[in-house]
């Protein structure tokens, strides 16, 4: 009986907190973007030495150095991110279609790297929809890539029309076996998903670390890798190289498109919804929460594994050693910030996207470190997990009727 | 001498709502003023001004004739006001002790805590009040009617002289509402001051000083217990006259719908707290199943609804053996549930009417196909029944939570009764609802007996089981004591039924009841 007032609490903060994130407004969120940016530009300006010499010569060359810099550093990151309007439009003009496709990879480069966000940003949101924290994204992605990358270069003779399904399919079986584990022990045993998530993110680093060190190791390499996976199992490139973007990226709008319609449209996401934000009640009401918990959690599951198996047959080929991705950590963010909305995820999905591509060349133009990213995105979400901060700055006014009625949530969660 | 506390021309305002009209209200020391009025008459509002949550639009506040601002708690606090809320607002892991000096803390040289001496403070306390606290409890291990005390210490350890108390007995059992009677009697006595919010007239009778009646935000009468009627009270309450006994024809007994035989539960613990239960319902009858909480009631309609496996007995609904299904398998063998608790287990307080009114039907023609959801059907359903379940809401879409007490039952009472039943159990359906909400579910109930419908009434409230039941059954740890038809037992002989005491004085009455209905 204490166990489960004690999870039960857990719940409860978690559920807290997502409410917090889910009554924030639209303007909240787009004033929460425009503030990261601004900390974002504040902390350029404070880590750059050049800032602390031309304000030793003069205030004015001070101030106009600041902005020099971050004028810079952010016109970079849209120029890594887009492309170079300038260039773009000259090159329309020209009609000349390699320079066309030159001038717009960097934006196709973005969306390269927008796809497993989206695919990891729609399984996390699913996850919260159904009352679940799925932090394991990240494990679920190596194991779908791996999982994939193995049918990619094991069989042989396939039409790629067979062979590209046939991999994608074996990814997101891996994730979602990865997924199923956590959501079996949490119904099972009581175990909560945030920890059993976690640990499982470690056996998936280091099974994959064991797997490409000695089975799956290309002998012919000097360092660990996987062999190259067979091109049957190449997810098509739309555009010649160098430009890698893929299919993969049109499969996961689908996918984000598809649950959204489970979600919303059918008795299953009905369900899915229902036991995430009161259990209790939809068990009264009838429906089998053991089920819709395990289930959910594997789909999920599934979903993060199809991220890596596209990253594998679309983009990478074979897998390395460079295994941390970040693509797992920075979901639960752009889930969020979608507000679980797997059609939001599209759009927080592209910003991540765009934030991570631009990134590079922001680094290389400008010699701002990448990880300034990494903080700008914290303070995004930061913002939106505490709107009194964006409700004092821009002086928005909270509804009084908002006001009454989260406080008989509290009373009600206290209860 | 000018009174404690008195309240000139408080007014609050809400977007679309006037909570609080100029209300002018006075405190004498060392009388208990009860604050009665419906739901959202503004009682809590006013409360919350009081205690600094809110800040008022128009208005003053004097304490002994000084005008005083509040504008937090703390200023309150300083005034020497203190409110116990509603739901408690304790850590359960810390001892009584702990929660009580939580803010106020005594400490050593060196600042570390006093405990000793804060203890100590405590038992005097509770000597001086007979509030019976044990300083050195874990919170989470007291009873309700414990923690509401050690709230009630912790205001006196702050010296506080004017004590808010809102719906202090919604959660008491009717024993613990005596006891807490006693002891605000008790407070007074020793010259505190006492306001008592409340919507319950039985106990506005009981223990008031003067009653002050507030409705949409204004004070509409001012009376006494001596002066005033339950009905009067009432009338003024609700502003039109109330039915407090609903009228009720004797019942026509079809098949029977519901057959308990030897059902046996056990809890986490193996503790068996639902022992040898055997009865029987029939369509048209309404059994009353009454008892101080805690008696296996519960557990009992969690067997019966397939939330929990029995150990050991037999269910049988419309004759089919249900002791070990699932709660899908009951609701569509037509029988309907009102949960004890609406928010936690009856309403998904974060999805719109809409959903809600589907939420064990959603599965079904015309809501959907099986699979895709077909939302203009939802959408109907739901206009449907909040027009003639009579729901107050803005709309189908609004979230449920933001629906009164009694507005979120109608939803469920809508849900539940728009779909063809056999069976109802209801658990506590009034449960801190106002008197109007209570008035429509009771003759809601009644009409679906008078349906054919069998109806298992478990309440705690035995005025409501009085009024209600054809037969009554009391449960007393985890037994049914007895069943005995309703006109042939007094409340009082129930009382003592229900707090353990066997049935000697009318033994041969119930035999008789009893015998009769073997008969029959």
């Known amino acids: 009986m204490k166990n489960k007032k004690n999870s039960d609490d857990k719940r409860n903060f978690i559920s807290i907190f997502y409410e917090e994130l889910s009554n924030s407004s639209l303007t909240i969120i787009i004033l929460s973007i425009i503030s990261g940016f601004i900390m974002g530009g504040i902390l350029v300006i404070l880590t750059s030495p050049e800032v602390y010499k031309a304000f030793g010569t003069s205030f004015l060359s001070g101030i106009s150095t600041s902005w020099k810099i971050v004028a810079n550093t952010y016109s970079s990151l849209f120029l890594g991110a887009l492309g170079d309007p300038a260039k773009i439009g000259a090159a329309i003009q020209s009609g000349d279609s390699a320079l066309i496709q030159k001038a717009f990879t960097p934006f196709l480069e973005s969306l390269v790297v927008t796809t497993p966000y989206l695919f990891t940003g729609v399984a996390v949101a699913l996850g919260f929809r159904a009352g679940l924290f799925n932090i394991g994204a990240e494990g679920q992605v190596l194991v779908g890539a791996i999982a994939a990358g193995w049918a990619g270069w094991t069989f042989t003779g396939l039409s790629p029309w067979i062979h590209v399904p046939l991999a994608m399919l074996v990814g997101a079986l891996a994730g979602g076996l990865w997924g199923f584990v956590p959501g079996f022990l949490k119904v099972r045993t009581g175990a909560h998903e945030v920890i059993t998530t976690i ?21 012919n390499e000097v360092t660990p890798k996987t062999p190259w996976i067979l091109d049957s199992a190449h997810l098509y490139r739309f555009f010649p190289e160098p430009i890698r973007f893929h299919l993969g990226f049109f499969i996961a709008i689908a996918v984000a498109i598809l649950v959204w319609f489970i979600l919303f449209k059918t008795t299953w996401g009905f369900e899915i919804r229902s036991v995430g934000l009161n259990p209790n009640a939809s068990k009264y009401a009838g429906m089998n929460i053991t089920l819709v918990t395990v289930a959910a959690m594997a789909l999920s599951g599934a979903i993060a594994g199809m991220a890596g198996a596209s990253e594998i047959l679309g983009v990478t080929w074979r897998q390395s050693q460079a295994l941390a991705s970040g693509y797992g950590f920075d979901s639960i963010a752009l889930a969020l910030l979608a507000q679980n909305h797997p059609l939001g995820v599209i759009l927080t999905a592209l910003l991540f996207g765009l934030l991570r591509s631009g990134s590079r060349v922001m680094q290389l133009r400008a010699g701002t470190p990448i990880y300034i990213i990494n903080i700008l995105q914290s303070f995004i979400i930061l913002f939106i997990a505490a709107p009194a901060i964006i409700r004092t700055i821009y002086r928005l006014k909270k509804q009084s009727v908002k006001e009454v009625s989260t406080s008989t949530i509290s009373f009600s969660a206290k209860k | 001498m000018p009174p404690i506390l008195e309240l000139k021309g408080i007014t609050k305002r809400f977007p679309g ?22 739901n959202g008459a503004g009682k809590t509002t006013l409360m919350n001004i009081l205690y600094g949550l809110y800040k008022p639009d128009e208005g003053e506040i004097f304490i002994n004739g000084a005008k005083v601002e509040i504008s937090s708690p703390i200023d309150a606090i300083r005034s020497g006001i203190g409110m116990v809320h509603q739901h408690f607002m304790l850590i359960p892991v810390f001892t009584v002790t702990e929660n009580v000096m939580l803010g106020e803390e005594y400490t050593r040289p060196g600042g ?11 038992r005097e306390l509770s000597e001086t009040y007979k509030l019976n606290v044990n300083p050195d409890d874990l919170v989470e291990n007291l009873p309700v009617g414990l923690q509401q005390r050690v709230e009630i210490i912790k205001l006196l350890f702050r010296n506080a002289d004017i004590l808010i108390m809102d719906e202090p007995t919604a959660v008491l059992t009717p024993q613990e509402v005596d006891e807490l009677f006693n002891i605000l009697k008790k407070l007074v006595e020793k010259g505190k001051s006492i306001i008592f919010i409340t919507h319950k007239l039985r106990e506005v009778m009981e223990c008031a000083d003067r009653i002050e009646v507030i409705r949409s935000g204004k004070v509409v009468g001012a009376t006494t217990p001596a002066e005033a009627s339950p009905e009067k009270l009432a009338t003024m309450m609700v502003g039109r006259e109330v039915d407090l006994i609903t009228d009720k024809k004797p019942g026509d007994l079809r098949e029977t719908v519901l057959t308990v035989d030897k059902l046996c539960v056990r809890d986490f613990h193996s503790h068996v ?9 029939h369509g048209g009858e309404i059994l009353g199943i009454a008892g101080v909480q805690g008696n296996g009631q ?19 609904i419309s004759e089919k053996d249900v002791s070990r299904s699932s709660p899908r398998r009951i609701t569509e063998l037509g029988s309907a549930h009102i949960p004890e608790d609406r928010q936690k287990d ?3 307080l974060a999805s719109s009417i809409a959903e809600n009114l589907v939420l064990n039907t959603y599965f079904h023609r015309p809501f959907s196909n099986g699979i895709i959801l077909e939302r203009l059907a939802i959408d109907e359903n739901a206009n449907e029944l909040v027009r003639k379940f009579d729901i107050r809401t803005p709309g189908i879409k609004t979230l449920v939570h933001s629906l009164s007490g009694g507005n979120q039952q109608k939803v469920i009472i ?10 109802l159990i209801a658990s506590q359906p009034t449960r801190g609802l106002d008197v109007g909400s209570i008035e429509y579910i009771h003759s809601r109930i009644i009409e679906k007996r008078d349906e054919g419908c069998a109806v298992l009434l478990v309440s705690t409230e035995l005025d409501e089981i009085m009024q209600l039941s054809d037969r009554i059954a009391v449960m007393f740890r985890g037994k049914i004591i007895t069943i005995v038809k309703a006109n042939a037992v007094t409340k009082e002989e129930l009382g003592l039924i229900m707090a353990g005491v066997t049935p000697t004085i009318n033994k041969k009455k119930i035999e008789n009841t009893q015998a009769r209905e073997i008969i029959t």
């Not at chain 1, 680093?205 to 490409?212: A, P």
């Not at chain 2, 707290?273 to 319902?281: A, Y």
């Open chain 2, 273 to 281: 707290v639902v022992d040898d239960v055997t009865f029987e319902l």
């Open chain 2, 346 to 348: 009856g309403l998904i």
């Open chain 2, 298 to 316: 519960t557990e009992l309609v969690r067997a019966l609804t397939g939330l929990k496996t029995p150990f050991s007995g037999k269910i049988i």
């Open chain 2, 112 to 122: 570390f805590l006093d405990r000793n001496k804060a203890a100590d403070r405590i």
């Open chain 2, 414 to 423: 809508a849900r539940e009764f728009s779909r063809p039943i056999k069976l």
């Open chain 2, 17 to 38: 709502v006037l909570a609080n009209d100029h209300i002018d209200i006075k405190l004498e020391k060392g009388e208990i003023l009860a604050l009665l009025g419906e």
């Open chain 1, 199 to 219: 640990m499982m993110n470690y056996v998936a680093y280091y099974l994959i670390y064991y797997l490409i060190s000695s089975p799956l190791r290309d002998p």
